[in-house]
């Protein structure tokens, strides 16, 4: 089997990557971590954070960006900061409010991210999403998640967070069902921890982590596993630590 590339959303410390970037990418390194997603780059350029990162031995697992950032004039100006970056795959976290309030602005979305696709294509670049919670409510007696996936082009990653999922709803079974329903799509997956009474971290929790990562591989195509903690039992950097400590033993 090849090794599992784990990376870190830095989003989950973002605090201490607004104090000291490169002190906070240097403790990321030393926590065993293959690569970053990054959540906002902090004033810096991209061929200062491509140097920071190569400076350490870490990759870029992927960059979260505003729908609006792949629009207009504006697209242009992502593909270029991401080319220099060295980054392959450009994930949309969450829409505006104004794109969930019914099927045909589910739609509208999926209109727009079929477009960035295929811009995106001749440059090695994909577009995804990534889910929260509402993407599991039905909305015209249909899931969001299902809106997107099914009328999407099959190169748009389907970035499946197992936490925001969970919590709304989504049992192991019908994460099965959605790798089934859209193989090779999971490129990028987030490792979220699930807990009913919250704060838990990877390992500690209710997701079956060697079942999750055994769907990946059969039927995911994933080719990232992204750590990403949003509720900190303990300091942020200590959380992402002992995530990865965690991760490492249910994979041993």
């Known amino acids: 089997m090849t090794k599992r590339r784990i990376a870190l959303q830095l989003y989950s410390v973002r605090e201490d990557c607004a104090k000291d970037l490169p002190g906070t990418l240097q403790e990321v390194a030393k926590m065993g971590y293959d690569g970053v997603e990054f959540a906002g780059y902090h004033g810096r350029s991209a061929r200062d954070l491509r140097s920071m990162l190569e400076d350490l031995g870490l990759d870029v697992a992927g960059t979260h960006v505003g729908i609006e950032t792949l629009q207009g004039d504006r697209l242009r100006d992502s593909i270029e900061f991401n080319r220099v970056l060295g980054n392959q795959f450009l994930i949309v976290p969450s829409l505006p409010d104004e ?85 090779q799509r999971a490129t990028t997956v987030h490792l979220k921890e699930y807990s009913k009474k919250g704060g838990a971290l990877i390992g500690e929790g209710e997701v079956k982590w060697k079942e999750f990562f055994a769907i990946c591989e059969s039927m995911g195509g994933t080719e990232w596993y992204i750590v990403e903690q949003e509720q900190y039992p303990l300091d942020p950097l200590e959380c992402a630590r002992r995530g990865k400590e965690n991760l490492d033993k249910i994979l041993m």
């Open 99 to 183: 794109m969930k309030v019914s099927r045909s602005s589910w739609l509208r979305a999926v209109h727009i991210l079929n477009e960035v696709a295929d811009q995106l294509r001749p440059e090695g670049m994909q577009v995804g999403y990534h889910n929260h919670v509402i993407e599991f409510q039905p909305i015209e007696g249909e899931l969001p998640w299902d809106i997107i996936f099914s009328n999407t082009k099959k190169d748009v990653v389907m970035q499946f967070d197992t936490g925001n999922a969970m919590a709304g709803g989504v049992s192991h079974k019908q994460i099965t069902e959605f790798f089934e329903r859209y193989p």
